[in-house]
């Protein structure tokens, strides 16, 4: 897994259309990647996590055959990592969700929601879920449950909520102003 990593990271990290690095201890955005990391001294963890942040890069920039190549990575990245918490399960989900698996990522949501019903990130994947399956009865649901969770949860003061906090925010703004259906 860490060779195809190596050479995926060589393939896609010496173009002129280079990545931005990220919060997981690459380079500002902006900035040039040059060669690729060493990621021999990574955890599965960090690799799985360094795979799910330039999968994220690449859905900015939509570079979906580049999410295709790389999901095929990051899933079983994460999937080696045991025992696999909440937010490995959340990014699995974002991944699947982004490479166009969505009965993957609804598994994923199910999951969380299963082991912790007001997990803010498991309502948040679930909302997604149901909005690429097409079904908004479900998504509005969800979205209601989140607004619902969301003091609570807060409080809770998980580390991958403040990991993700922008993607729950954003998913929090669109179910605050689709509330009234």
Known sequence: MALIAIVAAQRFGSSSDELPRTSLGEA????????????????????ADRLYARIMALNERGRTDSIQFFAQMAIPAYQMVQPLDLDARYAMGRIAEVAGLPDFARAQADTILRAEPNHLLGLVLAIRAARRAGNETAAAGFERRLIAAEPAERRRNRPEYERHRAEIDAALDVARVEAPR
Do not use: C, N
């Not at 040039?32 to 599965?44: H, K, M, N, Q, V």
């Open 28 to 47: 500002p955005i902006g900035q040039s990647i040059g060669s690729a990391p060493d990621i021999s001294r990574l955890t599965p963890r960090e690799q």
